[in-house]
């Protein structure tokens, strides 16, 4: 093989692979990752050897191999930190921190995605952006507060809307909604996960079909649809076996619980018929009539409002301040949307970071955004 020829099938293989991993066809993306890191190490490209780690990674993760994943990123986040590139360190460090997220190191996972906020931050990037408040917000709901993770994922969603960015729009919905069913909204956690379902059915996004069905089935057995919920978990069994995904270990728990009610409910005989009838169904047909449940209007009691500080720690012109902070944009244009003048908005994230006890503007966006101050 020419050396000409070596940089264009490196290229080439790493597109292909990316389109096996979105087909969910993993053994195929697996080899044509593998061949075209071979070439890529082979003529020393860093730039291009911490793409095909990052997307070597995500295959890692998507199977359930989290300690390849990480060790995959790592290599890939090490690399960019050398090279020097902000966004692309930051998109490393997010798929670091989704993949410690599903290995269950909650605390490893938000301090990479606080990491991405800062850096997002000063690339003003809506996108980018959206996705790292995303990271903040699905680590709440990891770590076990889903009623403070509700509010920032609203934000996360509409911010995606608006952006008409799907795949993280689709993500961000099973995180509410599982933050929802949490706090016994399962009706509208249902409606999310609808919705999600429907986004990854159009993208054609056969894992997103999964965690999205896999949520659904969950809320449905909250709200006492346990035949059609244990049809689900038999079709989402066939599927992550189809395409090699198994379940994240982070939903394990739920999971488990929704199954072992599920088995009280209907008998262990009427469980594994239905579990069966649903493996045996065309995933068209299931999502189809995935879409066509309803759940009940929502009567459960609402989330309790989370304390907004009190009015001695940040004045109502402090968390408007906060709040034009936490968008990404910068003094200037703080002060212009305030009508205040730039050293004014300066003061006023001083007194904030004195009040909060916090060393950075950085922190401050970050409790910002995780405590829903802003």
């Known amino acids: 093989m020419s050396q000409v020829a070596s940089p264009i099938r490196a290229e080439a293989l790493n597109n292909l692979g990316a389109v096996n991993l979105d087909l969910a066809a993993y053994a195929h993306a ?33 199977e359930g191999d989290y300690d390849r994943a990480v060790s995959l990123h790592e290599e890939s986040l090490a690399i960019r930190r050398y090279l020097g590139d902000p966004y692309r360190i930051s998109l490393a460090l997010y798929n670091l921190g989704d993949t410690l997220l599903e290995r269950g190191d909650v605390t490893g996972a938000r301090a990479r995605f606080e990491e991405v906020l800062a850096i997002r931050l000063e690339l003003g990037n809506p996108s980018a952006l959206a996705y790292a408040r995303a990271g903040l917000g699905k680590s709440l709901v990891a770590a076990h507060d889903p009623a403070a993770a509700v509010s920032p994922l609203d934000d996360v969603i509409s911010g995606f809307r608006a952006i008409g960015e799907r795949h993280g729009l689709a993500e961000a919905l099973r995180h509410r ?11 509208s956690a249902h409606a999310n996960l609808i919705e999600a379902i429907a986004i990854s059915r159009d993208l054609h996004d056969l894992r997103g079909i999964a965690e999205s069905l896999d949520g ?6 909250r709200l ?12 989402v069994g066939t599927l992550r076996l189809s395409i090699g995904a198994p379940r ?26 239905s579990t069966a009838i649903g493996a045996d169904t065309p995933l068209a ?10 759940a009940p209007p929502e009567s459960d009691a609402p989330i309790a409002p989370r304390p907004s500080p009190p009015p001695s720690r940040l004045t109502a012109r402090e968390l408007e301040v906060l709040r034009l902070l936490v968008t ?27 009040k909060l006890d916090l060393p950075s503007r950085t922190a401050l966006v970050a409790q910002a955004v995780r405590e829903g101050l802003a």
């Open 177 to 187: 909604a599982d933050a929802q069913a949490a706090v016994g909204l399962s009706g």
């Open 30 to 62: 697996a080899a044509c990752f593998e061949e075209s890191l071979a070439l890529r190490r082979e003529l020393r490209q860093p730039a291009e050897i911490a793409d095909v780690l990052n997307n070597r990674a995500l295959l890692a993760q998507y």
């Open 224 to 235: 006492g649809d346990a035949q059609i919920a244990a049809q689900m978990f038999g079709a």
């Open 216 to 221: 659904l089935a969950r809320v449905l057995t």
């Open 285 to 294: 047909m299931i999502v189809a009539e995935a879409l066509a449940t309803s």
């Open 248 to 273: 994240p270990a982070g939903v394990w728990k739920a999971h488990d619980a929704a199954v072992g009610s599920l088995r009280r409910i209907l008998g262990l005989t009427a469980f594994t018929t």
């Open 328 to 354: 990404g944009i910068g003094d200037r244009d703080t002060a212009e949307a305030l009508s205040i003048s730039p050293r004014t908005v300066e003061r006023h994230v001083t007194n904030m970071l004195g």
